[in-house]
Structure formats: structure tokens, C-alpha cells
Nanobody
Framework: QVQLVESGGGLVQAGGSLRLSCAAS????????MAWFRQDPGKEREFVAG????????YYADSGKGRFTIYRDNAYNSVYLDMNNLKPEDTAVYYC?????????????????WGQGTQVTVSS
């Protein structure tokens, strides 16, 4: 069982930055590929970025390439998402997710565990 707790969301102006954090419970954190998803009301949950269990491989949706950086610290059972040059269209609830496997898949239904989400609002 893995529990995930996100933090770091908030209100920011367009062009600003935020860092999201996700703290995980459990002793085998490095066995999980981790990802960030986001969801607007009425829309499907969208893959934002993923990172392999060891942290050596990262994956990004086109929407975040060049602006977002995912990384993890397995010693602290944590994964992070640095978001720069934020745009109003980045507004959403952001979720941390864990998949028992080396490579984090880009589809939400492949994930075993989810956090409660953290709201990110970007004003224009």
C-alpha cells in the first residue's frame, strides 16, 4: 500500500513558477514509476510528466516540455514537479500517481495509487 500526499499548489500569475511536491509512504518507493497528472472539471485526467523508479528517465507531455521538470528523491520518498512560465491553460488540479513498474505509463488507468490532488490556478 502506498499513500501519496501532494503539496505546493496555489495561485500564481501567468509567467510565474510553482513547485509541486508529493510525499509517499512505504519502503519500496524506488520500485514505482511516478507521474503527475492534471484534471480540469469535465475533462479527462491528463498526463503531465513521468519519471522512472530510479529517476534516470523522464517523460513529458508536449504541453509541459521545456517548462516543467519532474524529479525524485528516493531517499525521501518524494517526487517533485517544477513548473515555470506558467500559463492560464495550466490551471487544473494536479495529482501525483504511482505505478508499480519501471516505466511510468501516460494513461491514468494504469496507475495503482493516487494522491488527493492540489489546485494550481494561473491568472492572466
Amino acid at each position: 500500500q502506498v499513500q501519496l500526499v501532494e503539496s505546493g499548489g496555489g495561485l500564481v500569475q501567468a509567467g510565474g513558477s510553482l513547485r509541486l511536491s508529493c510525499a509517499a509512504s512505504g519502503r519500496t518507493f524506488s520500485a514505482y514509476g511516478m507521474a503527475w497528472f492534471r484534471q480540469d472539471p469535465g475533462k479527462e485526467r491528463e498526463f503531465v510528466a513521468g519519471i522512472s523508479g530510479g529517476g534516470g528517465r523522464t517523460y513529458y507531455a508536449d504541453s509541459g516540455k521545456g517548462r516543467f521538470t519532474i524529479y525524485r528523491d528516493n531517499a525521501y520518498n518524494s517526487v517533485y514537479l517544477d513548473m515555470n512560465n506558467l500559463k492560464p491553460e495550466d490551471t487544473a488540479v494536479y495529482y501525483c500517481a504511482a505505478n508499480l513498474g519501471a516505466i511510468p505509463p501516460p494513461t491514468a488507468n494504469r496507475y495503482d495509487y493516487w494522491g488527493q490532488g492540489t489546485q494550481v490556478t494561473v491568472s492572466s
